[in-house]
């Protein structure tokens, strides 16, 4: 079927908005008539090349929309049922079998490759296709996250589709799929922090600020949001965070120490930044934990005080914050409704063909959480 997409075709180039070829769903596959995608940092830094997924490539991981067909053997979805999406996973190796489906085995090839996964396994090319004046069609690379959901349409699986009412605001909730799952999840499914914790939380994008918003949920204190933009530190402060920490005009370390002199429970590094988990790690007291959610380019090193860590600390990398989709996304939901996560607070909508500005936006920081309309 003929879909408009945004696509990647070189290592830090333009989102090109290009009309494609979507092929139909296979088996164990759902074909979704996307009504939103949330930009996410992983879309960047694949469009940067930090990880190599083939280029030309359409992205997008954090996808909603509205289910069209289905292929054989798909039992739990149907068409007209609104879905969120969210990420891949083999559902056999170690991980998965034990229920740990964010840390699969084979979670780079499954959400990294471009290539596409059905229920009879592994195809030879992606579902997408470019038609060419003469000769075959150009493939170009998808599956993104089983999704690539930067387009009008997209291939999903049974697996990574969670069915929501048909009342859901998909244009808010879209980006459940990814970064808020990963912030929240990290508060609430990975550190599960005591009653009372005292929890730093280093960048205030909006990965970090699901995390305050979770720690508020479960009552941290205090809950210290380290960040250089005055704007988001103050929304931190409006979403739940007890102080904040400007690093561009205190030292992080420093003004961590001031609030707490015994340092602090748990910490979470949201940047991909070397140097500011080192800070996260050195903030903790005796036998605290650090969760790494942030990405960085392979082969990124740190460099960690053995002394430090030697005192029972701990640092704790974390994927998609320990979530199982189907059953923490309608969670994430039921506490949206409630008013106790507020994500909405964080979108701001443009459509897909702004989304050079978009990511502006998000880069300069007057967008906290970009997400396209493909209407």
């Given at each position: 079927m003929d879909?408009k997409?945004?696509?990647v075709?070189?290592?830090?180039?333009?989102?090109?908005?290009?009309?494609?070829?979507l092929?139909?769903?296979?088996?164990?596959?759902?074909l979704?008539?996307?009504?939103a995608?949330g930009i996410?940092?992983?879309?960047l830094?694949i469009?940067?090349?930090?990880?190599?997924?083939p280029l030309p490539?359409v992205?997008?991981h954090?996808g909603?929309g509205v289910?069209?067909?289905?292929g054989?053997g798909v039992k739990?979805?149907?068409?007209?049922?609104h879905?969120?999406m969210?990420?891949?996973?083999?559902?056999?190796?170690?991980?998965?079998?034990?229920g740990?489906?964010s840390y699969?085995?084979?979670?780079?090839?499954?959400?990294f490759?471009?290539?596409?996964?059905s229920?009879?396994?592994?195809?030879?090319s992606?579902?997408?296709?470019k038609?060419?004046?003469?000769?075959?069609?150009e493939?170009?690379n998808?599956?993104f996250?089983n999704?690539?959901?930067l387009a009008?349409?997209?291939?999903?699986?049974?697996e990574?589709?969670?069915?929501?009412d048909k009342?859901?605001?998909?244009k808010?909730l879209?980006?459940?799929?990814?970064?808020?799952q990963?912030?929240?999840g990290?508060?609430?499914n990975?550190?599960?922090?005591?009653i009372g914790?005292s929890?730093?939380v280093t960048?205030a994008?909006?990965?970090?600020l699901?995390a305050?918003?979770?720690?508020?949920i479960?009552?941290?204190e205090?809950i210290?949001?380290?960040?250089?933009?005055?704007?988001?530190?103050?929304?931190?402060?409006q979403?739940?965070?007890?102080?904040?920490?400007?690093?561009t005009?205190?030292?992080a370390?420093?003004?961590v120490?001031?609030i707490c002199?015994?340092g602090?429970g748990y910490?979470?590094e949201?940047t991909g930044?070397?140097?500011v988990?080192?800070?996260?790690f050195?903030?903790?007291?005796?036998?605290g934990v650090?969760?790494?959610?942030?990405?960085?380019k392979?082969?990124t090193e740190?460099?960690?005080?053995?002394?430090?860590l030697?005192f029972g600390?701990?640092?704790?990398?974390?994927l998609?914050g320990?979530?199982?989709?189907?059953?923490?996304?309608p969670q994430?939901i039921k506490?949206?409704?409630?008013?106790?996560?507020p994500?909405d607070?964080l979108v701001?909508?443009?459509?897909l063909?702004q989304?050079?500005?978009?990511i502006?936006?998000?880069k300069?920081?007057r967008?906290?959480?970009?997400?396209l309309?493909?209407?």
């Open positions: 879909i997409a945004a696509v075709r070189e290592k830090g180039g333009p989102f090109l908005i290009e009309d494609l070829q092929d139909t769903p296979l088996e164990g596959e759902v979704v008539k996307v009504v995608c996410c940092h992983t879309d830094i469009r940067d090349q930090f990880y190599p997924t490539i992205l997008g954090e909603a289910v069209e067909a289905v054989s739990t979805v149907r068409p007209g049922d879905v969120l969210s990420f891949a996973y083999c559902g056999s190796c170690p991980s998965c079998v034990e740990a489906t699969c085995w084979h979670h780079m090839e499954m959400n490759s471009g290539k596409r996964y229920g009879s396994g592994w195809t030879t992606a579902p997408l296709s038609r060419r004046a003469h000769g075959s069609p493939q170009i998808g599956a996250f999704q690539s959901a009008t349409h997209a291939i999903a699986t049974e990574n589709v969670v069915v929501v009342d859901a605001n998909l808010i879209a980006p459940l799929g990814c970064g808020f990963t912030g929240a990290a508060v609430l990975t550190l599960r922090p005591e914790s929890l730093v960048g994008g909006n990965v970090g699901a305050v918003m979770a720690a508020k479960i009552k941290c205090p210290i949001v380290i960040d250089v933009v005055p704007e988001r530190l103050s929304l931190a402060r979403l739940g965070a007890t102080h904040t920490i400007d690093a005009r205190e030292n370390v420093e003004g120490k001031r002199p015994d602090v910490s979470i949201s930044n070397p140097n988990l080192r800070s996260a050195e903030v903790l007291h005796p036998r650090c969760g790494l959610i942030g990405g960085s392979i082969g740190v460099s960690l005080d053995m002394t430090h030697l600390r701990t640092v704790r990398g974390i998609q320990d979530s199982k989709p189907k059953k923490f996304l994430l506490l949206f409704n409630e008013g106790l996560f994500i607070r701001k909508h443009y459509p063909g989304i050079e500005a978009a502006a936006d998000m300069s920081g967008t906290i959480k970009p997400v309309l493909m209407e």
